[in-house]
């Protein structure tokens, strides 16, 4: 989980902690300081790169405080993660 870019090793972390609702594949998540922590680099990191993920039409965040993300584009996250 510790190698890698900062955006491939929030992708990886977004694919282990995603489940399958029905259609719907969604992450429940950590706290941003949290999932720092576990990656290596700083929570404006997470932040940013979650923004980045919003923005690029990957996830969808019902709030920037929601625990759960859904994933609109399973495949490009997974290009990300170097899966």
């Known amino acids: 989980m ?6 491939q090793r929030l992708a990886r972390l977004l694919l282990r902690l995603s489940t399958q609702d029905g259609q719907i594949t969604v992450s429940h998540l950590f706290r941003r300081d949290e999932m720092g922590a576990m990656l290596g680099v700083t929570l404006e990191t997470i932040s940013r790169r979650l ?3 919003k923005k690029e039409g990957i996830l969808e ?3 920037a405080q929601s625990p759960t993300v859904k994933i ?4 490009a996250l997974r290009r990300l993660a170097g899966d």
């Open 61 to 63: 965040m019902a709030s």
């Open 2 to 7: 510790n190698s890698g870019s900062a955006e």
């Open 51 to 53: 923004s980045t993920l």
């Open 72 to 75: 609109t584009n399973l495949q």
